[in-house]
């Protein structure tokens, strides 16, 4: 795409720095009213034109400390990893191996690969990730505290595996068979220490999914008062996850993770205007506007919308040459904070129960429909704009440089689903504040 091309984005951010000016009055975060002002004047680059930036640092070093001072998923005193103290003292004194950057890349990408063949929603897709992507981080830290020569690539390579192999069961057999032949051949005591590691490491993973409230999440409670203003699910459709924002965040007590702000009042002035930006906009839809929308659509069979800022990690980690621990230092940080988002995020649709702009548009332009299909879920905030808030804030982090631009992309992932005609521009407002105050706890929390 074409610099001058560019240009003609620049209006999809004048009606959002519009929009943006409600949450405001709202007393929403004040980053979203720095959102309302630069984007105004600043074009959309989607994420696969961001600029070759050269010389960019390979982390920032602050972040990259903190990080690296403790596991990310599980406890250095978890129960699972006593299994692997003989095997460890069998195994030669000495530092262990660096962990290639092959294996992260590698993790990251068949965890994406499975997400889209298996077709999962967004919410346990995040968690795929942060539990797939964890468990490796976790393992290489484990490693590199051991005292013990074992070999990082083959105990991070296990760990993350064998969670695949949970979470992805028909896909069990072929990942244990790819991971056999990925590995090099290693002196038996090593290989034992680094397999007996990266099992424990997936042992402990796995113990903390099975009572993290995942599996109780399309169990929760539906049913939602009826009225003007709040979300009912169209014909044919069931509520997605009612009960995925009492699932346990990682990295945060559930008391510490942020709450999202209170929607406007359906009938309050806030309201009625952002429902008539919307509406009029709506008619005057460009192909720039719907190009944008499909851009950032991440529909069913897609990586989902967390995938595409895994994506991103993964190209930023390529265009700054990070070693291994590093990118799956990154990887690992921009999943937990983009599952830890989306448990936030659930937790206001459901408590707030806004209705979707296709229930009101019926009303007062009958005939019209969303580019995008409405989901079945209430609209606010948008989990495009809070996850996309959360992991674009963790990346500004690692890559200073490029943090002007990340915030940028968020935003337009936010207002994609405006011109997509599935949420309101409070929803992405809403959504980018959380996200970045997740994002932040979490970075915070780091020693």
Not at 89 to 113: E, K, W, Y
Not at 407 to 434: K, Q, T
Request: with cysteine; aromatic share 6%; hydrophobic share 45%.
């Amino acid at each position: 795409m074409s610099r001058a091309s560019l240009s003609h984005w620049q209006p999809h951010f004048r009606r959002l720095a519009r929009w943006c000016a409600v949450s405001v009055c709202l007393g929403i975060a004040a980053g979203a009213g720095a959102v309302a002002q630069s984007s105004a004047v600043q074009s959309l680059t989607a994420p696969s034109l961001l600029p070759q930036t050269q010389g960019a640092p390979a982390l920032s070093p602050a972040v990259r400390s903190g990080l690296a001072a403790s596991p990310l998923v599980i406890s250095p005193a978890a129960p699972e990893l006593r299994q692997t103290r003989s095997a460890l003292a069998a195994a030669p004194a000495g530092p262990a191996t660096a962990l290639s950057v092959q294996v992260p890349r590698r993790v990251a990408r068949t965890t994406l690969d499975l997400i889209a063949a298996r077709r999962l929603d967004p919410p346990p897709a995040a968690r795929a990730l942060a539990l797939t992507l964890g468990a490796l981080h976790d393992a290489a830290w484990l490693a590199r505290q051991s005292g013990r020569a074992v070999d990082s690539d083959t105990a991070a390579a296990v760990a993350a595996t064998r969670v695949q192999m949970a979470l992805f069961e028909r896909d069990g057999a072929r990942l244990a068979s790819e991971l056999r032949s990925a590995l090099p051949p290693l002196p038996a005591e090593v290989d034992r220490a680094s397999w007996a590691l990266g099992g424990a490491v997936a042992d402990a993973v796995l113990a903390f999914a099975q009572q993290d409230g995942a599996a109780q999440a399309s169990q929760g409670n539906a049913a939602q008062p009826s009225g003007e203003g709040l979300w009912a699910p169209l014909s044919g459709q069931r509520a997605l996850e009612p009960g995925w924002g009492r699932v346990q965040p990682i990295g945060l007590a559930p008391d510490a993770l942020p709450q999202v702000t209170p929607p406007p009042g359906w009938q309050s002035a806030e309201f009625t205007a952002d429902r008539e930006r919307f509406a009029d906009q709506q008619t005057r839809l460009t192909p720039a506007d719907r190009a944008l929308a499909a851009h950032w659509a991440a529909g069913s069979g897609s990586v989902t919308p967390l995938g595409l800022w895994i994506e991103e990690a993964l190209r930023l980690g390529e265009q700054a040459r990070l070693g291994g621990s590093d990118l799956a230092q990154v990887l690992a940080a921009t999943a937990v904070a983009g599952h830890d988002a989306f448990i936030s995020c659930w937790q206001g649709k459901f408590e707030y129960n806004v209705a979707r702009p296709q229930s009101w548009m019926d009303h007062v332009q009958p005939g019209w429909a969303p580019s995008l299909p409405t989901p079945p879920f209430p609209s606010y905030p948008s989990g495009h704009a809070t996850v996309s808030g959360a992991a674009a804030e963790v990346l500004a982090q690692f890559f200073p440089l490029q943090a002007r631009q990340l915030r940028r992309d968020a935003r337009d992932a936010a207002f994609s689903r405006v011109v997509g005609g599935i949420h309101w521009g409070v929803d992405g407002v809403a959504g980018l504040d959380v996200g970045q105050r997740v994002a932040r706890a979490l970075l915070e929390k780091r020693p």
